[in-house]
């Protein structure tokens, strides 16, 4: 309730009497970690890090009941880095130093505005997408420095990470149908390089990608929730057009079930590049078991299969998760990556070179409000 009436005040201040019948709640995380990471060949690099289990951040969010049914809704979040010099939602390219960040926290997360109803709900913005949605649902830990499947690879818009997120972006969800949603996202590089498309999934830096505004992706998910069951369906197509000689599609399936005594998950992803050919796959599996009335053992396990038989990695982890509160607890875990002769997957920001394994102890303090 403090929390309302304090972000009801500082609206009211900017705005006057404009956001007098919204409904606005401050939110977020912050998350501090001690990080132990070592690669074959290369000195043990240790750091304090602002995102351990999860990036920190700052959100307001709000709806308007504009009658009839009808409500506006908009959410604006940006990533912070709480060991930095940088401003909230400042890159560390546009800061005073390079980041140590293991979650890639910082920037412009979640912003959008939208209109919601019977019909379900639509929203323009930058924007998490089905993809983002999709892998950050694949283990306890999904997003952290202790997420395997994020660490070996193999994704472009399916990812738990500034990468799954799209610029110029609209999104569609429909109401549910018994547990089962649909949803549809268009994003559009039309302003330069945006983060969430072109650099990323080209190769093409951002000098060159800012030449090129026809760069777009469209996504259809469909996730059906029920009782101790979920599963989640998507598929993606980067319509890339000059920006690539081929497209690129991917698609993914995982789903979880809550057995009381364990929460187990499991995933399957593909990526295709039209234009070499190549069609990469990943699979994992995790568990997430209750210890105890507020602790979760979290166990997790990924591998890539990919065209070049020389590229594969594999990466396994665990951590364990102790509540405090129902909104602050403490954390530790380890994740270990081993790649094949040509890959170069990193447990953490630390470099890799092909062929070498990685490794990386972390505990840390998280709290939401």
């Not at 049914?69 to 959410?75: M, R």
């Not at 990608?209 to 029920?226: E, G, P, Q, V």
């Not at 105890?292 to 070049?308: E, I, R, S």
């Not at 170069?344 to 092909?354: F, G, M, Q, R």
């Amino acid at each position: 309730m403090q929390k309302k009436l304090i972000a009801m005040a500082v609206a009211g201040f900017a705005s006057g009497a404009a956001f007098a019948q919204s409904n606005v709640t401050v939110y977020g995380i912050l998350d501090m970690a001690y990080i132990r990471a070592k690669a074959d060949g290369a000195d043990t690099r240790t750091f304090i890090n602002s995102g351990g289990m999860s990036g920190s951040r700052l959100g307001f969010k709000g709806v308007e009941d504009l009658g009839n049914g009808l409500k506006a809704v908009f959410n604006l979040e940006w990533g912070v880095e709480m060991d930095q010099q940088l401003g909230l939602g400042q890159t560390a390219a546009a800061g005073a130093s390079a980041s140590n960040s293991a979650t890639s926290t910082t920037g412009n997360r979640h912003s959008f505005v939208g209109l919601s109803g019977g019909f379900g709900t639509v929203a323009a913005g930058r924007m998490q997408t089905a993809g983002y949605d999709f892998a950050c649902t694949t283990s306890p830990i999904a997003g952290g420095i202790f997420d395997a499947y994020q660490k070996i690879g193999v994704y472009s818009l399916l990812s738990c990470s500034g990468a799954g997120r799209a610029n110029n972006a609209f999104a569609y969800i429909s109401p549910s149908f018994g547990g089962l949603t649909l949803a549809y996202n268009h994003g559009r590089v039309s302003e330069g390089a945006a983060p969430g498309i072109a650099g990323i999934y080209t190769g093409v830096g951002a000098a060159s990608a800012a030449k090129f505004s026809d760069a777009y992706a469209n996504l259809f998910a469909a996730t059906y929730d029920a009782g101790p069951l979920a599963v989640r369906g998507v598929y993606s197509k980067i319509n890339a057009k000059d920006l690539l000689p081929g497209n690129i599609k991917e698609w993914g399936l995982n789903g979880s079930y809550d057995l009381g005594v364990a929460k187990l998950y499991a995933s399957y992803q593909t990526r295709k590049d039209d234009a070499s050919g190549d069609k990469d796959k990943k699979w994992g599996i995790a568990a997430g078991i209750p210890v105890g009335p507020t602790g979760t053992v979290a166990v997790q396990y990924a591998k890539t299969n990919m065209d070049n038989s020389d590229k594969d990695a594999k990466g396994w982890s665990i951590a364990y998760i102790h509540g405090l509160s129902k909104r602050t607890d403490v954390y530790a875990g380890y994740n270990r990556v081993n790649n094949d002769d040509l890959a170069n997957k990193a447990s953490i920001t630390a470099p890799v070179l092909a062929g070498d394994s990685s490794s990386a102890f972390g505990f840390g303090l998280r709290h939401r409000f």
